[in-house]
T-cell receptor, first 112, second 115 residues
């Protein structure tokens, strides 16, 4: 069964600090891995999408890494801002059916 | 990124009535659309996958006769919650993809409250 596990479940940091969110998956065959940011009561917004051959991809203060051998990904947020407070969701798509499997998300709270 | 519009953003309905939610891809043709529901502090749960012109594929445990999905065109999919009950109250979100393998873009979600 395809699974996506995220850690930590929740995280509280001070404004300006960096943080790293983790995603482990068992989806096979692998198609792509995406990180989304979801504000409360809103639809998810894409941050990065990575395919098998990509190791690192950045989008502003967000940097995602992918290790396809160990089936792990991380999302690093640099110089956090109050607006970064949201749920961050890791989504891995099956290369056969293309159906995405969602992680439970990491709830990030940035305090001033 | 591409724009996916969901309508309405929120709706309140009485028990026993039906509610239709629309999902439109505004600037691209979406061969595949996904429908999700999300309970508070939970992750998105895939309900069904629909391909344009075909019947939707429902996930295990999702009643296809209760959650009617229509994907008649490349830019529009609808989800109709029939005979709604209070336990159907949830956040419903759609996503659209050009071909099922490329990035899927999400709508803003619909908050359904059944009273």
């Amino acid at each position: 069964k395809n699974q996506v596990e995220q850690s930590p479940q929740s995280l509280i940091i001070l404004e300006g600090k960096n943080c790293t969110l983790q995603c482990n998956y068992t989806v096979s065959p692998f198609s792509n891995l995406r990180w989304y940011k979801q504000d409360t009561g809103r639809g998810p917004v894409s941050l990065t999408i990575m395919t098998f051959s990509e190791n690192t991809k950045s989008n502003g203060r967000y940097t995602a890494t992918l290790d396809a051998d160990t089936k792990q990904s991380s999302l690093h947020i640099t110089a956090s801002q109050l607006s970064d407070s949201a749920s961050y969701i890791c989504v891995v798509s099956d290369g056969g059916s293309y159906i995405p499997t969602f992680g439970r998300g990491t709830s990030l709270i940035v305090h001033p | 990124g591409a724009v996916v519009s969901q309508h309405p953003s929120w709706v309140i309905c009485k028990s026993g009535t039906s509610v239709k939610i629309e999902c439109r891809s505004l600037d691209f043709q979406a061969t595949t659309m996904f429908w999700y529901r999300q309970f508070p502090k939970q992750s998105l749960m895939l309900m069904a996958t629909s391909n344009e012109g075909s019947k939707a594929t429902y996930e295990q445990g999702v009643e296809k006769d209760k959650f009617l999905i229509n994907h008649a065109s490349l830019t529009l999919s609808t989800l109709t919650v029939t005979s709604a009950h209070p336990e159907d109250s949830s956040f419903y979100i759609c996503s659209a993809s050009a071909d099922g393998n490329t990035e899927a873009f999400f709508g803003q979600g619909t908050r359904l409250t059944v009273v």
